[in-house]
């Protein structure tokens, strides 16, 4: 399912935002469990969290770190505030770079 379709399916309140977790956690060959872990831990499923060092949204990106991961996904425009756009960043991080979130061990 694309992700123009997930952020449809949301916006229609026909998924949630677990379900949408869930589905691109697979397509983003990213364990769901793992990855609902941090959000919880990170957000607690707040799509709006802004975090003490400006990280934002459901996974707490960076502005700097969400450019940078952005860019190497050919993503030319981003809302980090936007739980799919978030996830999207957030779960290529989690699945190439795992040690940008240190709330892992929490999730053991």
């Given at each position: 399912?694309?992700?123009?379709?997930?952020?449809?399916?949301l916006?229609?309140?026909?998924?949630?935002?677990?379900?949408?977790?869930?589905?691109?956690?697979?397509?983003?060959?990213?364990?769901?469990?793992?990855?609902?872990?941090?959000?919880e831990?990170?957000?607690?499923?707040?799509?709006?969290?802004?975090?003490?060092?400006?990280?934002?949204?459901?996974?707490?990106i960076?502005?700097?770190?969400?450019?940078?991961?952005?860019?190497?996904?050919?993503?030319?425009?981003?809302?980090?505030?936007?739980?799919?756009?978030?996830?999207?960043?957030?779960?290529?991080?989690?699945?190439?770079?795992?040690?940008?979130?240190?709330?892992?061990?929490?999730?053991?």
């Amino acid at each position: 399912m694309t992700t123009a379709m997930l952020a449809m399916l949301l916006s229609l309140g026909i998924f949630t935002t677990r379900d949408v977790v869930r589905e691109m956690a697979v397509s983003a060959g990213v364990s769901p469990r793992l990855s609902a872990c941090i959000i919880e831990a990170e957000s607690q499923w707040d799509v709006n969290h802004l975090g003490d060092a400006g990280e934002i949204g459901l996974m707490q990106i960076l502005p700097s770190t969400g450019e940078w991961a952005a860019s190497k996904l050919g993503m030319d425009t981003y809302d980090l505030y936007a739980p799919v756009d978030n996830l999207r960043i957030g779960l290529w991080i989690l699945r190439y770079f795992p040690e940008f979130f240190h709330t892992m061990y929490l999730c053991d």
